[in-house]
């Protein structure tokens, strides 16, 4: 009789070799088995235990298992299974056929700011295709490019990121609040350039920097038609995970426009015809390589200085350039610091901290050598603390404050995630306190400055891993509240305790988007291009309104407000929407 472990193969599929060692069949049998129960485990646990890495984490998890439990069912299916051979053979052949399809059909691909694939499909038109068609449209209206009249700034205007203070706060005349009496105008709209950076608008002069297929391009829009007026293109493109494009916000002051590309490129344009001034490669020209996701820190005017965040292997890297021509005024420690020498303030932190994760080589290093450095993606702003003026800056490693005068660093406190991705704005509040808030699993801080003589220090109040991680916006403060994006969730916390004072729910999901604050009403421009009008309550989420905008499948530009028109983009479209109260009433259907 022949021995059970070498059993003559049984009619149906499977290896015949494998079917003869019923031990290496069972145990393949119980791996697949044990394989899709942990599928089925993992799923139930990402979604009910909250992660710090938040939603990007379960998505990779999920990606992860599908792939795998897809090789176990095929090697199961071929090696294990009683199904005859042409059926394994057929079914093997379709599922592989399948996937190979799928993703002979995908041009590209990139990530939304929870990780959700997002696919460029063949057969669609590229996004420089549909620019490209918009204007050859519009030639036949397109006129010489004359020189126009430079408005002065008011504080109605929005000639930088966030607003004048960064903060998030626009001034202007009152909004409409019943949407649905008077729904939202889009007096124009069309395609866009890539990029993430948001509008800057001064009277009728709108300023923004796309990419246009291998360059990197500043235009000036007219802001009541949207009409293009001029541009200037430099080459460069800068590619990461979540799509091509420059991310940083232009400045307009005093008749000029100061554009920082993704890759460096820092220019001083003639707001009214657009021609150079002056330019710098502030990698290039201070020896330091690109970060991950691109230079994404807006320039701060300041008197007659422009004070740009290029960052250095520790971060803690200011320089200060002269409008006038873009030659060198000083720049901070963090330029120059080498691997094993932190700048002095920041020394004692990072070794009590230990083994921190280091900066390392990046893909996108301008030039292509040394360690990619820790500028992190917030704006530098000028703040008084304790009496004293000074740039506070929120980079990759931490905060730091600096002395306008020469850049020199005052105080530092470490505060750093794994993938060094610290975006959201710092929040200033009585008595000298500083709230920052950062994603991947670091939530929110509450810090307090003191200056005792000479000496700075900045020390922890609290600390919330959950209440509020801010991952690509910046929260705002409303009458003694912040309110911000908790990995896509609007949420409320009182900044005295760090407490959320609502429960996040599925009506507060609003993705990685963008907010502002004009005459106590919030405005949410939605990740998936909605936008949200909020009455904000301490006690609980007030939607007064809500209004579709935008297509694509990522909104992560910040919008403009001037005078009741609201300016929105994203990296495929850019539209020009009324808001404004003094609209006369007209049908819901209007304007969508």
């Known amino acids: 009789m022949t021995p059970p472990e070498h059993t003559a193969p049984a009619p149906g599929g499977g290896l015949p070799w494998i079917r003869r060692h019923p031990r290496l069949h069972r145990n393949i049998n119980r791996a697949v088995v044990i394989t899709l129960i942990l599928f089925a485990i993992g799923q139930v646990v990402v979604r009910t235990v909250e992660l710090p890495m938040g939603w990007s984490l379960i998505r990779f998890v999920t990606y992860g298992m599908i792939v795998y439990v897809t090789i176990m069912g095929l090697l199961w299916l071929t090696l294990c299974s009683r199904f005859s051979r042409r059926t394994v053979w057929t079914v093997t052949t379709l599922v592989l056929v399948a996937i190979g399809g799928a993703a002979s059909m995908i041009r590209s691909w990139s990530w ?53 203070n960064h903060d998030g706060y626009v001034v202007g005349p009152p909004i409409r609040e019943d949407w649905s009496a008077t729904p939202p105008e889009v007096l124009w709209k069309h395609e866009v350039g890539g990029g993430f950076a948001q509008p800057v608008v001064v009277g009728s002069h709108l300023v923004t920097i796309e990419q246009r297929r291998d360059d990197e391009v500043v235009v000036l829009y007219d802001a009541a038609t949207g009409n293009e007026r001029w541009t200037y293109s430099t080459p460069g493109k800068f590619d990461a995970m ?48 690109n970060q991950t996701w691109g230079i994404t820190s807006s320039p701060l005017v300041h008197n007659d200085w422009l004070i740009v965040n290029v960052g250095g292997f520790y971060g803690g890297g200011l320089i200060a350039l002269q409008l006038a021509d873009g030659t060198d005024v000083w720049k901070s420690d963090g330029i120059t610091a080498k691997e094993g020498q932190p700048p002095a303030v920041a020394e004692p932190q990072l070794q009590k901290a230990g083994d921190l994760p280091q900066a390392t080589d990046g893909d996108h290093a301008v030039p292509q050598t040394g360690a990619r450095n820790l500028a992190g993606y917030a704006t530098p702003v000028i703040v008084t603390i304790a009496g004293v003026p000074q740039i506070l800056n929120y980079d990759g490693i931490g905060l730091w404050g600096h002395a306008i005068e020469d850049g020199r660093i005052l105080w530092f406190h470490l505060f750093q995630n ?53 991952k690509m916006s910046s929260p705002v403060l409303i009458e003694g509240h912040v309110y911000g994006l908790d990995e896509g969730f609007l949420t409320c916390i009182n900044p005295a305790t760090g407490k959320q004072t609502w429960k996040k729910s599925r009506a507060a999901q609003f993705g990685h988007g963008q907010l502002l604050v004009n005459n106590g009403l919030l405005i949410v421009l939605a990740e998936n291009g909605d936008l949200v009008l909020i009455r904000p309550q301490p006690d609980q989420l007030v939607v007064l309104g809500k209004f579709h905008v935008l297509d694509g499948e990522k909104t992560w530009n910040p919008p403009a407000l001037v005078r009741g028109r609201l300016y929105v983009r994203n990296h495929h479209e850019m539209a020009c929407v009324d808001i404004s109260a003094n609209t006369p009433a007209r049908t819901a259907e209007a304007g969508k």
């Not at 005093?254 to 015809?273: Q, S």
């Not at 959201?424 to 801080?445: C, E, F, M, V």
């Open 242 to 289: 979540g799509g091509p494009g420059p991310r940083a916000t232009p400045v307009i002051h005093e008749g000029k426009v100061y554009a920082l590309g993704a890759l460096g490129h820092l220019a001083c344009l003639d707001l009214a015809t657009g021609s150079r001034l002056w330019s710098r490669e502030i990698l290039g020209d201070f020896g330091v390589p």
């Open 112 to 164: 939304t700011g929870d990780s959700w694939l997002a696919f460029e499909w063949r057969w669609q038109k590229t996004a420089d295709e549909r620019l490209e068609e918009y204007q050859k449209s519009r030639s036949s209206e397109s006129q010489p490019v004359v020189a126009a009249a430079i408005e002065p700034i008011t504080p109605e205007d929005m000639p930088t990121y966030r607003g004048t």
């Open 418 to 470: 794994a993938p060094a991705v610290n975006v959201a704005q710092p929040i200033l509040l009585p008595d000298d306190r500083i709230l920052i808030s950062a994603s991947y699993g670091k939530g929110s801080r509450l810090l307090q400055i003191k200056k005792d003589g000479e000496q700075w220090s900045a020390s922890k109040l609290w600390e919330d891993l959950k209440s509020l991680e801010s």
